[in-house]
């Protein structure tokens, strides 16, 4: 069908596929190597996978040189699906390996582990062409020490890594640096732990100005989960606070922020075998509610956490050997975790699946693993679920309006999320039934399709769905209301 945006002097035409408006399910799995010497993704969990709109962007380890393990890189411009041909990141003829990607507002960035200077050391590179040119390598630790298991996170032109440090004869700590514009210069080094004991697999999420941290440690004799703030762009951090309590250990965890939300989830052995469990803070990491098992298949494992969040809703996948094979499954929480979904297996093969990571946009959920079913070596192969991330609506009152309207987003300007609010009036015998089907779509300044926010039937009444920008770039964007034969479009205005 053709879509007509008309907004205050320009109007953008686009012809789009009509799509099924049923629920869809998980898509098949989408191999994307072919190397008889192996890929891999990150084995610490890492997100080896980034995306906007219909981009997507993935990283990994291939050996395909057959002279060192080289960082590769491959993207999607149509949502999975066609990719590119793989770009090498990583120089030198050295071995590099450990990569992940994220994407923040114009540019995408990568770290990973490099061993071209004699020892582990962590680099990095961004894009600010969505992946097409690549800056120059940037090494960004340089210790006497290895440096390993780099996790980050970004927000405006803040970027924030942290990793392990570790010797021959040193347990390891975990340290951190921060860029201030957008990983053009690096401050100084900071060491966040400085114990006898191992400081292992951290993870960092950043809301605004208040940086969190997570690691297992190992300073009680058993690892257990440890955590430290930063409310000031990582300038000054709080004293470590130790949030598990299993005498059979507590490890992987894996952190993701939504304003004052904060969610932990973990690899737990506090039942005699591996579970997945769940914490979370209201109050932007002061302070931490109880921990919820969410796993419970008695004597097989769960394990290896992986988790996205998007306003309200959380994603999780872990690996599981409930069925007799090692399989990756899904569940989510559209409530900010007090409540969650079953347990849904997206895997069905007796090949290893391992090094998992999973993200959303818009509507659709997006995973990628390292996979055994080819032969023995691993491959990377990817799944995507189009309409797996059910949009946020909130109904906001009880009065039934008379008239469609479409209402200018608040705050605008915003940054990085904004509300859109809209009313439905009832349907009259002489409408049909598909006037209450509410299409809410978002457009960038080019007509280009953002993301889909609502596409549903709707009863009478006045809505409100939260639009979250923060991984696009600052700038215009249309907002369009279809419902029956009305149509309404508006501007907002996204300042990073």
């Known amino acids: 069908m053709s879509r007509q945006i008309l907004v205050s002097g320009f109007c953008f035409v686009l012809i789009l596929i009509s799509s099924n408006n049923s629920f869809a399910q998980w898509e098949p799995d989408v191999r994307l190597t072919n190397d008889s010497f192996g890929s891999f993704t990150n084995y610490h969990y890492a997100p080896c996978i980034a995306v906007t709109g219909d981009t997507l962007h993935i990283v990994w380890t291939d050996n395909s040189s057959m002279i060192a393990?080289?960082?590769?890189?491959?993207?999607?411009?149509?949502?999975?699906?066609?990719?590119?041909?793989?770009?090498?990141?990583?120089?030198?003829?050295?071995?590099?390996?450990?990569?992940?990607?994220?994407?923040?507002?114009?540019?995408?960035?990568?770290?990973?582990?490099?061993?071209?200077?004699?020892?582990?050391?962590?680099?990095?590179?961004?894009?600010?062409?969505?992946?097409?040119?690549?800056?120059?390598?940037?090494?960004?630790?340089?210790?006497?020490?290895?440096?390993?298991?780099?996790?980050?996170?970004?927000?405006?032109?803040?970027?924030?890594?942290?990793?392990?440090?570790?010797g021959l004869m040193q347990a390891g700590d975990i340290r951190y640096r921060r860029s201030t514009n957008y990983g053009g210069f690096w401050n100084i080094n900071t060491q966040l732990t400085n114990d006898p004991a191992i400081s292992d697999y951290p993870k960092v999420a950043v809301s605004g100005q208040v940086v969190h941290v997570v690691?297992?440690?190992?300073?009680?004799?058993?690892?257990?989960?440890?955590?430290k703030r930063s409310s000031d762009r990582g300038v000054n951090w709080s004293l470590d606070t130790r949030l598990t309590l299993d005498a059979n250990g507590s490890g992987?965890?894996?952190?993701?922020?939504?304003?004052?939300?904060?969610h932990l989830l973990w690899q737990?052995?506090?039942?005699?075998?591996?579970?997945?469990?769940?914490?979370r803070s209201t109050d932007e990491g002061l302070s931490w509610l109880s921990d919820i098992r969410l796993t419970d298949v008695d004597s097989f494992l769960s394990q290896a956490p992986s988790i996205a969040v998007s306003g309200s809703i959380i994603h999780l996948i872990w690996l599981d050997d409930r069925d007799g094979d090692r399989d990756l499954y899904h569940k989510r929480s559209t409530d900010n975790g007090n409540s969650w979904s079953e347990d849904e297996r997206l895997t069905n093969n007796p090949a290893i699946l391992e090094n998992h990571s999973v993200t959303v946009s818009g509507q659709a959920v997006y995973v990628v693993w390292t996979d055994y079913r080819d032969g023995g070596n691993g491959?990377?192969?990817?799944?995507?679920?189009p309409t797996g991330e059910p949009t946020d609506v909130e109904i906001i009152n009880d009065e039934i309006p008379n008239e469609y309207i479409l209402f200018q987003n608040f705050p605008n300007p915003f940054n990085p999320s904004t509300k859109i609010k809209f009313s439905i009036p009832p349907v009259t015998l002489r409408q049909a039934q598909s006037d209450n089907w509410v299409t809410l779509i978002v457009y960038d300044i080019l007509g280009r399709e953002i993301t889909t926010l609502v596409d549903e039937e709707k009863p009478a009444g006045s809505y409100e769905v939260i639009f979250d920008g923060k991984n696009l770039p600052s700038g215009i964007y249309v907002y369009q209301l279809i419902a029956g034969n009305f149509r309404d479009s508006k501007k907002m205005l996204l300042i990073k």
């Open 69 to 166: 393990n080289e960082t590769r890189y491959s993207r999607s411009i149509d949502g999975g699906q066609s990719w590119d041909r793989d770009t090498i990141l990583s120089s030198g003829g050295n071995n590099s390996w450990n990569s992940s990607i994220i994407v923040n507002d114009q540019y995408l960035y990568v770290v990973w582990v490099d061993q071209r200077d004699g020892q582990d050391e962590i680099y990095f590179k961004r894009s600010s062409d969505a992946g097409t040119t690549w800056m120059s390598d940037d090494r960004i630790t340089n210790t006497s020490l290895n440096s390993v298991k780099p996790s980050f996170a970004a927000t405006g032109s803040d970027v924030h890594v942290v990793y392990r440090d570790h």
């Open 215 to 227: 690691w297992s440690d190992t300073r009680d004799g058993n690892y257990e989960i440890y955590y």
């Open 252 to 262: 992987l965890p894996q952190i993701a922020v939504s304003g004052s939300l904060v």
């Open 268 to 279: 737990d052995d506090r039942e005699g075998t591996a579970e997945i469990y769940y914490k």
């Open 379 to 385: 491959e990377i192969y990817y799944k995507c679920n």
